[in-house]
Structure formats: structure tokens, C-alpha cells
T-cell receptor, first 115, second 110 residues
């Protein structure tokens, strides 16, 4: 079956522009996560969706960052007024229920470069 | 405040020998630990995990050891193969929260 799909795979944009990143999780997975990986750094948690519960937004670095998820399907991560420090690989992952013993399945990420 | 630490940014091991990757954590509430492997330009893939009620889990060439009193876990790969060259992330979870370490880049030398 299909894995987690992210688009675009690469995005180059000018500072100050808005960007929208998309994630298609594995069908049936109710939990969806967004992470950011800056160069040479680990995975930084951004936001977590679980079913119809209110999302855990505790990792979003500023109010320029927001994310939506439609039901238990597609999610979009939006970064407004991009800054150079937003340059990173943005990874999406999904799992069946979000329980701690369930491995997350990752997409290949979107590499975002802010000029 | 890093709750999950991988203190070795990189490690080089001869092909055929044992690779040992280490991870330390600070939060005693973590109840599950996972290792992920990541190749360049790809997302991390799940490798092996261990529950906090166990001290060892083995899957083929991969074994994870957990020392709860020391808040330390390690991943052993034996024998190491060229395809094992990748970045390895340690992760710890509690409830629905998972924390990743910064990763260790493993180079398998011919």
C-alpha cells in the first residue's frame, strides 16, 4: 500500500512569502505529526493531530506557523511571511492511533529553502 | 532541555564488526523507546523498539538494550553491513508524545 506522501518535495521561495506544505497520511491512520529538521539537527516536533481531538500545537515555533487536517486525511502546514530561519526539511508522519508503542511512518519530507 | 541525547554525532565502524549506538534520556515517564534509520533525502524508517518493562529486544542483526536505572539505551548492529550507513535516531515516548534525539551518523567502512 502507499506510504506517507508529501508535496512538494522541494520548495524554494523568497523571504516574506507564504508557503503551504501538504501531507497525505497512510489510509486509516488517525494520528498525524509534523516535524522540522534543520541542517545538522534532530527532529523538532511541531504539531500533532489525533482523530477529532483538538491538535497539540505545543511545538509550533511562532504564530506564523499553522496546520490543518481534514478529518483523518490530508494535512497542510502553512508558514506565513517566511524567514530564512524557516529553511529546513519538514517531515510528516502518521500512525494508527498515536499510542506510544506504535511506530510512526514518515514521508520523505519537503525541503524548504528561503532565499 | 534535551530529554533524549545522542552524544556521538558520528561513528565509523569496519564492515563485519559490531556497531554500537548510544542514547541517554532524562524523563523517567518514558515507557517506550524506538530507533529509526534515515537515509539522505528520505524520511526516517522504523527499525526496532523496546518497552520500558524489558531490557532487551532482538530482531535479526539488530538488538536494543535498555538500562532503566542508568536511563540509557543502546542499539547493537552485528555484523555491520555497508547498507547500514545512515543516520540513526533514538526516540522515547510517553502517552502520545515522542521525543527524538539529534541522531548519530554511522559510517560502515569497507
Amino acid at each position: 500500500g502507499a506510504g506517507v506522501s508529501q508535496s512538494p518535495s522541494n520548495k524554494v521561495t523568497e523571504k516574506g512569502k507564504d508557503v503551504e506544505l501538504r501531507c497525505d497520511p497512510i489510509s486509516g491512520h488517525t494520528a498525524l505529526y509534523w516535524y522540522r529538521q534543520r541542517l545538522g539537527q534532530g527532529l523538532e516536533f511541531l504539531i500533532y493531530f489525533q482523530g477529532n481531538s483538538a491538535p497539540d500545537k505545543s511545538g509550533l515555533p511562532s504564530d506564523r506557523f499553522s496546520a490543518e487536517r481534514t478529518g483523518e486525511s490530508v494535512s497542510t502546514l502553512t508558514i506565513q511571511r517566511t524567514q530564512q530561519e524557516d529553511s529546513a526539511v519538514y517531515l510528516c508522519a502518521s500512525s494508527w492511533t498515536g499510542a506510544s508503542n506504535q511506530p510512526q511512518h514518515f514521508g520523505d519530507g519537503t525541503r524548504l529553502s528561503i532565499l | 532541555d534535551q530529554q533524549v541525547k545522542q552524544n556521538s554525532p558520528s561513528l565509523s565502524v569496519q564492515e563485519g564488526r559490531i556497531s554500537i549506538l548510544n542514547c541517554d534520556y532524562t524523563n523517567s515517564m518514558f515507557d517506550y523507546f524506538l530507533w529509526y534509520k534515515k537515509y539522505p533525502a528520505e524520511g526516517p524508517t522504523f527499525l526496532i523498539s523496546i518497552s520500558s518493562i524489558k531490557d532487551k529486544n532482538e530482531d535479526g542483526r539488530f538488538t536494543v538494550f535498555l538500562n532503566k536505572s542508568a536511563k540509557h539505551l543502546s542499539l547493537h548492529i552485528v555484523p555491520s553491513q555497508p547498507g547500514d550507513s545512515a543516520v540513526y535516531f533514538c526516540a522515547a515516548s510517553a502517552y502520545d508524545k515522542i521525543i527524538f534525539g539529534k541522531g548519530t551518523r554511522l559510517h560502515i567502512l569497507p
